[in-house]
Structures are given as C-alpha cells and as structure tokens.
C-alpha cells in the first residue's frame, strides 16, 4: 500500500515536472515574439527590423504610428495587409524581398505619410495597389530594378510631395499622364538612373501642368542628348545636372539643348569625390545664355586660368551665383551684373586681385566667402561704398589687421557680419559706422581690446554678439555697455577678472539668452542677473559651480531654460525646488557629482518627479556615497532611504520592539537631561560667589581647530583688548571625566558660550551634546550668552535635522564667517562687542592698566 502510493506520489510529481516544463516553454516563445520588436515610444513607434519576419507580430498594437519592418522575409503583401493599423503615419518595408503587391495592399492606411518600399524587387504590382492612401506625402522606391516612369501606378496619390526613384534603372524621362494628377508634387528624384536621350515627347506633361515647385534631379544619369525644344516653355524650382556628362563636347552641347527653360536653381558639375573635375573653357557654358535662371550653383570646376574667357558672360542675369569646391585661380574678365545679390564663394582657392572685383560688385546684398583657408591670409579690400547687407568671412583662418569700421568692411547698410573661425582680429576701431549693425558673431577668433575697453559704444541696435573662445580676458565691468537692444549674448570659453562679472550685464536690460559655459566660474555673484528681468535662456554648463543659490536667479522672472550640467553642484537646495518647477520649462542638471545619501532625500525624489522638467537624465549619476557611485541619480532616489523587506515575521517584530526602544530612548534623554541639569543647577548654587575665569567656552570640531587657533584665538586672545577663551583641548583639568570638565571649567567659569557651526561640527555627537547643555546652562544661569558662528558652506539639509540647532538658529541673531576682508571686519567687530558685553568693572580696569 506504501508503495503504491508512493509510486502515485511520483507519477503526481512527474506530472506537474512535465505540466510546468510545457507552461515554461510556452511562456518563453510568447516572450521570444514579444522580443522581436523593440518599443521605441510606447504604443506610438515600433522596430523590428531584421528579425525574419514571415508576418506582422501580434503584439504590435492598433495605435502605432511608426513601424519599422525592413530587413523581414514578408515575400508577399495581400489586401489590407496592414488595415489593423488605422492611425500608421510612418511605414518602412525596405528589403523585405516582396515581389507581389497586389490591389489594395495599403487599404486602410488614410493617415500614411511616409512609405518606404527601397530594395524590394517586385515581379507584379497592382495597378491599384496605392489606392486609398490619401495623406502620402513621400514614396521611396529605391533600387527596385524599375525600367519606366509608368512602372509605378502613381496616378491615385493626389498628396504626393517627393517621388525618390533613385538608382533603378530607369532609361527614359518620358513623364507618364498620371502625372497630372500630382500636382503637389515637389521633388522627382533620379538620381542614378541611366538616362541617356531626352527628347521632346518626355516632358510634354510638363508643358501643360503649371509644377513650378518641381526639383528634378538628374545627377549621375550618362545624358548624350537633349532634343532643342524639349524644355522649352516649361518653368520648374530647380534642375540638377552634377556628373551627367561625360566631357565638356557633351556638356556644351546639352546645355544648348535647354533653350527656353525657366528655372529658380540651375545646378551642375561633379562630385567632390571624382578624380576628373570639369575643366572650365571658353563657351562651355554659352547654353545658358538662352536659359532663364535666378540662381546657378557650379560645383567641382577647374582650371580657370586664361587670358579671356567666358565663365560668368551668360550669368549676367543671374540674382543669385554659388561656387563650391572650384579652383577658381585666375578671373580675367568679369562682365557686368544686371541683378546679382547673392554671391557664394565656397572651399575655392580664390581672392586673388580679379576676384575682388567680384566681391566688390555694387548690387550685392550677400557675400559668403568660406573655407577658402588655402589661399586666404587676410581680409579683401573693399572698393568704394558697396552696400552689403550680409558678409560671411567665416572659416578661412583670414587675419583682421585693421577692424572693424564702415572704411574697412565698405558698407553703412551692414546688419549681418561674421567673422568666426578665422586667426585674429585686430580691432583698431569700434565699429565706426556699422550703426545699423544687428548680429556680430566672432567665436573661435582671437580678438583684441574686446573686454579691456568699451567697444560697442555705437551698436545701439545689435541683438545678437557670439563671443565665444574668442580668448577674451575681460577686466572692465563696461565692456557691453551700448548694446541698450542685446538679445543674445554667447560668450563661452572666455575668461574675467576678479569680481566683475557681478556688474558686466547691468546696462543688458532686454537680453533674452546668455551662454557663459565654461568660463571656469567657481561662483556667481548675488547681483549677476539682478537686471535681467527677461531673461529667458541661460547657459552655465562646464564650470566650477559648487552650490545653487537660489537668491542669484531670484530677479530671472521670465527664466524658462537653465543649464547647469557638467559643473561640481552635490544637489539643489529644498528651498529653490518649488520655484524651478514653476518657472522652467526645462532644467539640465547632468554630469554633476551628485550626493545620494539619504541628506538629500528631498532633492532625489524631487527629480523622480521632474522628468518632463529634467534633460538628460540619463546622464544624472550619483558620485557619492561610495556604494551608489555610478548609480543614475532616477534609480537611487528610493533604494538610497528605504529597505523593504516582505517578511511578515520580521514585520511583527518590529512593530512590537519599535515602540518598545523608543520608550526606552525618550526616558534616557529626559533621565540625561534632568541629570546634567541637576548637575549644572548645583554646580551654579556652588559657584555663584566665583568670579568668571574665561570670556567664553568655545564649542567646537577637533576637524576645525586650525579654524580656531590661527582666526578665533589669534584675534580675540592676542587683540586689544585681549579675551581669555577656553579650549576644551588646552584648559581642561587630565584626570578628569569629560562631561565634567565641559561643565566645571566649560560653563560654570566662562561668562559665554561660542559655538562654531560646521559640517564636522553636525557630525560630531560631542558637540551635539555640549551644544544642548549649553541651552541647559543659558535657561539656568539667564544671564548667559550664546554666540553662533556659522562658517562658509555649511550643508543646511544636514542642519535641519538638528532641530534644536536649526530652530535656535531661526529665532536668535548670529554670525558669519566669510573670505571677505570688508565681511571679516565687520565680523571681529560685532563678536568683540558681543564678549564685552556683561563684563565686569574690576576686569575692564584691570586690563586698562
């Protein structure tokens, strides 16, 4: 009988070995599906790319709106493919090695925007395969071996902006019917195609549908022939033919075959990355001259370096002519502009003599000459009054020796000027005529005199000056004064002397964002920001700051973005707390040594509940205490403070021996105080004939005695008149208790108690306990004196939980010791009147004489 049911016994235990071995397994496939696509945002956006997917996983819910599938094995999409997905905005299917879309396969997708079909090379398509996606706006059928425009049935897409068909091999431009229809259209892009002959007959479509927000981009197609005529009367944004032609024959001959074309953009050239540049030479570029055009950008040009050619005699006409990576090395003739505002010289080896000509052309509004560092060593000389508007001389490591007024820059009308990235500017005028300058941006330019006199006194209308690394040491408070209308202000990576940045921004009234990041501030003033009322944005990243004090961002009242990462804060204070999050919109306080013991309790979880407020807050970590470092700052907030065991019988014993030991603590202190107060009320009955022996009982840290002896002692026992002090570590009798000794020869000889506030001071029990007994001995002798004396940085979350301290600290006067000379005199001032007071007659005379 035992044994048989021991053997049932076992068969049970099998049974439910096998039971959950088979939930198990179950289990673990449903959490491998789910694990094949990563939540990016939570039911909104979806990867699972590469993942070999036969289908759509099932746990993808019906309110996603960007779904990742590339790289999966779908094969075949069928009607409806995705209608479970009504709200899908975004959809990636490259290489998903479909080769059938049949009728309808998007049906249900009216919100779809973004579709994305790149590398799938399809044996049939639907002709009705894209009905019903209403809202597409952008269709990406790259490298899907397409032959033909008509190969995709387009005609249905009435929201279509972008058609990108680059790198198919599609052989002609010829513009299907369906074309009509899309006149939303911006962008048909193909770019890498084989285009070779465009005739007439392609661009007829064209002709008769206004797309003159069109861009076509024929980039990297092999064109031998375009047909006369055939983009005659068609009017288009832009056209692209960089790497189309072969050599400069087909290229002359082509761009005669654009006679009658209207065009905003006409770009053409090569690639950078090309071994053979087009050459330029004399009537490469006559074509144009039947091309009506605003804007021509050459790129990848070469050679220019004749006597007489023809570069720019059929640009004339042109508003707008950028030059990119050309060696533009000599210009003998430069033809007369009838509207050209626009010039971009751009990576070029340029600004010899005749290229200046070409600066100084008198209708020109904007001038951009940059990274042109092979060749330029200093500014271009400006002939007669030109009227420039903008001038951008950035990034050409150019040296300013004469700067910067009206006679070296050459315009009165100049209101954007950048000089950044280039070698040094030398200023030997301030701004002398550039009064209706608005934006002056100098960063990574060695300047002179900036911050050693008043520069900008005329630049009453600028609102944006970046001085940032511009290796300014700035030693007057009146360096900004002028700029009444500043609005911006960036000037990062410099440095200042002494105090003054307390008064540099007085005059800044209307200043909206300022970036002082990395200026190796260790501390900000209280009076900063006092006159930056709207102020909005402020960068102090990459610094030295040790504290937040609120009192210095007090007057910011339409502060909305701060930035204090990678400085040395431990934590924000509890009072600057609420106010933070009232004000800001956002907050970065990442890559600070933050403090997470159980001190800042209120700080941590403050920033469990900031995330919205809070940027980077993957980049919070604790620094100390020793076993949270490394620890992000979110993920301590709660195990730091807090241990929680689901034990019920350690439970139980708690509840019972918690009251039990806080009964047992609260008869001790009371036992302990009554005891020393019996104590100190029978050592006062016994000395209250004996004459005080000290001035005062200083209560303080050992960790502090240096503090004590070289400021405290040294001016207060060696000063006029001389005070007796007791030291706990000098004057106590050996042999002696401890308590004892801070009684007899602490309190009952000393007429005062001087109490030194410190962090080591709130860590010492010692101090704790003579702190109390000298609020004992004060109520009993009622003649006593307390004097606080406070130090620099002391940790005030630490304070509040001395409650008697902190609220001695609330209701009585104090003093504090700061670095300040002026500070420090008026402190020996008021600490010396505050021991003399009480002193007896006989002791006055007896020092006196």
């Given at each position: 009988?035992?044994?048989?049911?021991?053997?049932?016994?076992?068969?049970?235990?099998?049974?439910?070995?096998?039971?959950?071995?088979?939930?198990?397994?179950?289990?673990?496939?449903?959490?491998?599906?789910?694990?094949?696509?990563?939540?990016?945002?939570?039911?909104?956006?979806?990867?699972?790319?590469?993942?070999?997917?036969?289908?759509?996983?099932?746990?993808?819910?019906?309110?996603?709106?960007?779904?990742?599938?590339?790289?999966?094995?779908?094969?075949?999409l069928t009607p409806k493919y995705f209608a479970k997905f009504p709200s899908l905005q975004v959809l990636d299917l490259t290489r998903c090695s479909i080769d059938i879309m049949e009728d309808d396969s998007f049906g249900g997708l009216r919100k779809?925007?973004?579709?994305?079909?790149?590398?799938?090379?399809?044996?049939?398509?639907?002709?009705?395969?894209?009905?019903?996606?209403?809202?597409?706006?952008?269709?990406?059928?790259?490298?899907?071996?397409?032959?033909?425009?008509?190969?995709?049935?387009?005609?249905?897409?009435?929201?279509?902006?972008?058609?990108?068909?680059?790198?198919?091999?599609?052989?002609?431009?010829?513009?299907?019917?369906?074309?009509?229809?899309?006149?939303?259209?911006?962008?048909?892009?193909?770019?890498?195609?084989?285009?070779?002959?465009?005739?007439?007959?392609?661009?007829?479509?064209?002709?008769?549908?206004?797309?003159?927000?069109?861009?076509?981009?024929?980039?990297?197609?092999?064109?031998?022939?375009?047909?006369?005529?055939?983009?005659?009367?068609?009017?288009?944004?832009?056209?692209?033919?960089?790497?189309?032609?072969?050599?400069?024959?087909?290229?002359?001959?082509?761009?005669?075959?654009?006679?009658?074309?209207?065009?905003?953009?006409?770009?053409?050239?090569?690639?950078?990355?090309?071994?053979?540049?087009?050459?330029?030479?004399?009537?490469?570029?006559?074509?144009?001259?039947?091309?009506?055009?605003?804007?021509?950008?050459?790129?990848?040009?070469?050679?220019?370096?004749?006597?007489?050619?023809?570069?720019?005699?059929?640009?004339?006409?042109?508003?707008?002519?950028?030059?990119?990576?050309?060696?533009?090395?000599?210009?003998?003739?430069?033809?007369?502009?009838?509207?050209?505002?626009?010039?971009?010289?751009?990576?070029?080896?340029?600004?010899?003599?005749?290229?200046?000509?070409?600066?100084?052309?008198?209708?020109?509004?904007?001038?951009?000459?940059?990274?042109?560092?092979?060749?330029?060593?200093?500014?271009?000389?400006?002939?007669?009054?030109?009227?420039?508007?903008?001038?951008?001389?950035?990034?050409?490591?150019?040296?300013?020796?004469?700067?910067?007024?009206?006679?070296?820059?050459?315009?009165?009308?100049?209101?954007?000027?950048?000089?950044?990235?280039?070698?040094?500017?030398?200023?030997?005028?301030?701004?002398?005529?550039?009064?209706?300058?608005?934006?002056?941006?100098?960063?990574?330019?060695?300047?002179?005199?900036?911050?050693?006199?008043?520069?900008?006194?005329?630049?009453?209308?600028?609102?944006?000056?970046?001085?940032?690394?511009?290796?300014?040491?700035?030693?007057?408070?009146?360096?900004?004064?002028g700029l009444k209308s500043l609005e911006v202000l960036k000037i990062s990576g410099n440095s200042f002397e002494g105090n003054i940045l307390s008064q540099m921004f007085k005059n800044l009234t209307h200043l909206k964002v300022l970036d002082i990041?990395?200026?190796?501030?260790?501390?900000?003033?209280?009076?900063?920001?006092?006159?930056?009322?709207?102020l909005q944005e402020i960068r102090i990243s990459h610094n030295k700051l040790m504290e937040f004090e609120p009192m210095v961002y007090a007057p910011l009242l339409s502060l909305s973005i701060l930035d204090l990462s990678y400085n040395q804060l431990?934590?924000?204070?509890?009072?600057?707390?609420?106010?933070?999050?009232?004000?800001?919109?956002?907050?970065?306080?990442?890559?600070?040594?933050?403090?997470?013991?159980?001190?800042?309790?209120?700080?941590?979880?403050?920033?469990?509940?900031?995330?919205?407020?809070?940027?980077?807050?993957?980049?919070?970590?604790?620094?100390?205490?020793?076993?949270?470092?490394?620890?992000?700052?979110?993920?301590?907030?709660?195990?730091?403070?807090?241990?929680?065991?689901?034990?019920?019988?350690?439970?139980?014993?708690?509840?019972?021996?918690?009251?039990?030991?806080?009964?047992?603590?609260?008869?001790?202190?009371?036992?302990?105080?009554?005891?020393?107060?019996?104590?100190?009320?029978?050592?006062?009955?016994?000395?209250?004939?004996?004459?005080?022996?000290?001035?005062?009982?200083?209560?303080?840290?050992?960790?502090?005695?240096?503090?004590?002896?070289?400021?405290?002692?040294?001016?207060?026992?060696?000063?006029?008149?001389?005070?007796?002090?007791?030291?706990?570590?000098?004057?106590?009798?050996?042999?002696?208790?401890?308590?004892?000794?801070?009684?007899?020869?602490?309190?009952?000889?000393?007429?005062?108690?001087?109490?030194?506030?410190?962090?080591?001071?709130?860590?010492?029990?010692?101090?704790?306990?003579?702190?109390?007994?000298?609020?004992?001995?004060?109520?009993?002798?009622?003649?006593?004196?307390?004097?606080?004396?406070?130090?620099?940085?002391?940790?005030?979350?630490?304070?509040?939980?001395?409650?008697?301290?902190?609220?001695?600290?609330?209701?009585?006067?104090?003093?504090?010791?700061?670095?300040?000379?002026?500070?420090?005199?008026?402190?020996?001032?008021?600490?010396?009147?505050?021991?003399?007071?009480?002193?007896?007659?006989?002791?006055?005379?007896?020092?006196?004489?």
């Amino acid at each position: 009988m035992l044994l048989s049911s021991q053997k049932m016994a076992g068969s049970d235990a099998l049974f439910f070995l096998l039971s959950s071995m088979t939930v198990l397994s179950w289990s673990l496939l449903v959490t491998g599906n789910q694990r094949w696509c990563s939540e990016i945002i939570v039911n909104i956006k979806y990867q699972c790319m590469d993942q070999n997917l036969s289908s759509i996983p099932t746990e993808i819910p019906s309110t996603v709106q960007q779904l990742d599938l590339s790289f999966n094995p779908l094969l075949r999409l069928t009607p409806k493919y995705f209608a479970k997905f009504p709200s899908l905005q975004v959809l990636d299917l490259t290489r998903c090695s479909i080769d059938i879309m049949e009728d309808d396969s998007f049906g249900g997708l009216r919100k779809l925007t973004v579709l994305i079909l790149t590398g799938n090379t399809l044996r049939h398509l639907g002709d009705r395969v894209f009905c019903g996606l209403l809202s597409l706006q952008k269709l990406l059928a790259v490298n899907m071996n397409l032959s033909s425009l008509y190969d995709l049935p387009i005609g249905h897409l009435l929201s279509l902006q972008e058609l990108n068909l680059r790198s198919n091999n599609i052989k002609s431009l010829k513009i299907p019917e369906s074309f009509y229809n899309l006149t939303s259209l911006q962008v048909l892009d193909l770019h890498g195609n084989n285009v070779s002959d465009i005739v007439i007959e392609d661009l007829n479509v064209l002709t008769e549908v206004n797309m003159c927000n069109l861009t076509i981009i024929l980039s990297n197609n092999i064109i031998n022939h375009i047909e006369p005529g055939t983009f005659k009367g068609i009017h288009i944004h832009k056209l692209s033919l960089r790497n189309s032609f072969q050599n400069n024959s087909i290229m002359r001959t082509c761009l005669h075959g654009l006679e009658g074309l209207q065009v905003n953009k006409l770009e053409f050239g090569s690639y950078h990355d090309i071994n053979s540049k087009i050459k330029f030479e004399d009537g490469l570029l006559d074509g144009l001259c039947q091309v009506e055009f605003q804007e021509v950008i050459l790129i990848c040009f070469s050679d220019i370096f004749i006597e007489k050619h023809t570069l720019f005699d059929c640009l004339s006409n042109a508003s707008s002519i950028r030059i990119v990576n050309s060696d533009l090395v000599k210009l003998r003739a430069i033809p007369k502009f009838a509207r050209l505002s626009y010039l971009e010289i751009k990576n070029c080896l340029t600004m010899d003599e005749s290229m200046t000509k070409l600066v100084n052309w008198h209708t020109l509004k904007t001038v951009k000459v940059t990274k042109c560092s092979k060749t330029i060593i200093s500014i271009p000389k400006f002939y007669g009054q030109v009227q420039y508007v903008s001038l951008d001389l950035t990034h050409n490591q150019m040296i300013f020796k004469e700067c910067c007024s009206i006679n070296d820059l050459g315009s009165s009308y100049l209101m954007y000027l950048n000089l950044s990235f280039n070698s040094l500017i030398t200023i030997t005028s301030d701004f002398e005529g550039l009064h209706e300058l608005l934006s002056l941006d100098v960063q990574y330019t060695k300047i002179t005199r900036i911050g050693m006199v008043p520069t900008f006194l005329t630049l009453g209308k600028l609102l944006y000056l970046d001085l940032s690394n511009s290796r300014t040491h700035f030693f007057i408070q009146c360096a900004f004064c002028g700029l009444k209308s500043l609005e911006v202000l960036k000037i990062s990576g410099n440095s200042f002397e002494g105090n003054i940045l307390s008064q540099m921004f007085k005059n800044l009234t209307h200043l909206k964002v300022l970036d002082i990041s990395n200026c190796k501030l260790e501390g900000m003033s209280s009076s900063a920001f006092a006159d930056l009322t709207e102020l909005q944005e402020i960068r102090i990243s990459h610094n030295k700051l040790m504290e937040f004090e609120p009192m210095v961002y007090a007057p910011l009242l339409s502060l909305s973005i701060l930035d204090l990462s990678y400085n040395q804060l431990p934590f924000l204070p509890e009072n600057a707390l609420e106010s933070l999050t009232r004000l800001l919109i956002h907050l970065d306080i990442s890559q600070n040594p933050f403090d997470c013991s159980c001190t800042h309790l209120s700080f941590l979880q403050w920033t469990q509940k900031q995330k919205r407020l809070l940027q980077n807050i993957q980049s919070m970590t604790c620094s100390s205490p020793s076993h949270f470092n490394s620890v992000k700052v979110m993920n301590a907030t709660i195990s730091s403070c807090y241990t929680t065991f689901n034990l019920t019988p350690l439970a139980v014993s708690v509840g019972v021996l918690l009251p039990v030991a806080l009964t047992a603590f609260l008869v001790y202190k009371c036992y302990a105080q009554h005891y020393y107060r019996l104590v100190l009320s029978r050592f006062c009955i016994d000395s209250t004939e004996e004459e005080d022996k000290y001035d005062a009982f200083v209560i303080f840290s050992s960790k502090d005695e240096e503090w004590v002896m070289t400021e405290l002692v040294e001016k207060l026992e060696g000063g006029l008149p001389p005070f007796r002090l007791c030291l706990h570590f000098r004057d106590f009798t050996p042999g002696v208790s401890i308590a004892s000794n801070i009684i007899q020869e602490g309190f009952l000889k000393s007429r005062n108690a001087i109490v030194i506030i410190s962090d080591h001071f709130m860590e010492s029990r010692w101090c704790g306990f003579e702190f109390e007994l000298a609020l004992s001995w004060q109520f009993l002798e009622g003649n006593a004196s307390i004097i606080v004396i406070v130090l620099e940085k002391v940790n005030k979350s630490q304070l509040r939980q001395m409650l008697g301290l902190h609220k001695y600290l609330r209701r009585n006067t104090y003093l504090e010791w700061k670095k300040n000379k002026l500070d420090q005199h008026i402190f020996w001032t008021r600490l010396r009147n505050a021991l003399m007071d009480g002193r007896s007659w006989n002791t006055r005379r007896r020092e006196s004489s």
